[in-house]
């Protein structure tokens, strides 16, 4: 069987959905409001993670790799797809984890383990010289040969991966399409397939979020090959960075009562790394009256869902 024959047998992308949105605030001002329901596409490898992962997976078997190395933190969404992803596709997966090891892990680490993943916590100083050949070389000392896949899949790979979050009818029926980022790698996917008139509004999850704008831009330059032609998206790029509640992976009472809220109101499950704090900046944009009336919106689903569980 294929790569693509067993793709076909897991992954779902036709159940990714356009959920509707409808406040008083889209009412009164003719704003359409859809989520594409990224999360439903496989219970555990959804999201942006699947379209990140998609292309290093295929690499990695066709290549003759048995294994996947990565990285993350204890509340990664990448590390929790990464390892499901091994252990349906028959690969090993190796997950250096930033930090030390905590006395408490989260959701994430122990549905890794579950899952076959081998963690390995190193220190912040350590994680920091992830991307030094030093470090890449003492990685193959330590695990052999391996596909090594960058934090967050944030790679060539990757962001060819979310070039097909946009079906040709969400490249024409929208005016806004909103991300939450991390690494910056599904912003530029969406830059690189959205249309000429949309804009891609990019919400980081990080206190002061502003530099993800550069990690975008250099995504852009790495697919394109070209500094200038990367540049020439800023146009079409926002990144918004009032929402990110205090960093990565930090949350308080006013978001997670809106997370429930909307579970409540509108059926939509939303976590609170990710998709809580895009969903809360869009709405309270649409407030301060940042989106004109009738303005139309897609706001991407990255999944993540376990991260409602963090404990």
């Keep these: 069987m294929t790569f693509d024959e067993l793709t076909r047998d897991i992954i779902h992308p036709e159940r990714a959905v356009l959920h509707p949105i409808e406040t008083a605030e889209t009412a009164n001002r003719n704003i359409t409001l859809h989520v594409k329901r990224c999360d439903l596409i496989h219970p555990e490898v959804n999201g942006n993670k699947w379209y990140k992962l998609k292309y290093n997976l295929r690499k990695s078997l066709e290549t003759g790799h048995d294994t996947m190395l990565t990285f993350g933190g204890a509340f990664s969404n990448h590390i929790h797809a990464t390892a499901e992803a091994g252990k349906l596709f028959g690969l090993r997966t190796i997950g250096i984890i930033r930090g030390e090891e905590p006395k408490d892990w989260s959701h994430t680490l122990l549905s890794a383990r579950e899952n076959g993943m081998q ?15 030093d470090f890449k070389g003492w990685l193959h000392e330590q695990y052999g040969s391996f596909h090594l896949v960058p934090e967050g899949g944030s790679n060539f790979l990757g962001v060819n991966g979310c070039m097909e979050i946009l079906s040709e009818n969400e490249k024409n029926n929208y005016d806004f399409i909103c991300c939450a980022s991390g690494t910056g790698s599904t912003a530029a996917g969406l830059l690189l397939t959205a249309g000429n008139d949309q804009k891609v509004l990019s919400f980081p999850v990080f206190k002061n979020g502003g530099f993800i704008k550069e990690e975008i831009i250099k995504h ?45 109101d509108h059926d939509l499950p939303l976590d ?13 944009l649409i407030k301060k009256n940042y989106f004109l009336n009738n303005s139309r919106i897609l706001m991407i689903h ?10």
């Design 119 to 133: 963690l390995v916590f190193i220190d912040r100083l350590s994680y920091a010289e992830k991307n030094t050949e």
């Design 302 to 311: 990255s999944g993540g869902l376990q991260g409602l569980n963090p404990k």
């Design 272 to 284: 609170q790394v990710y998709t809580g704090k895009l969903c809360f900046g869009i709405l309270d």
């Design 220 to 264: 852009l330059e790495y697919f394109l090959m070209d500094r200038v032609v990367a540049e020439e998206y800023n146009g079409s790029l926002e990144v918004i960075t009032e929402y990110g509640f205090g960093g990565y992976a930090k949350w308080n009472d006013e978001l997670i009562a809106f997370i429930q809220q909307m579970k409540k």
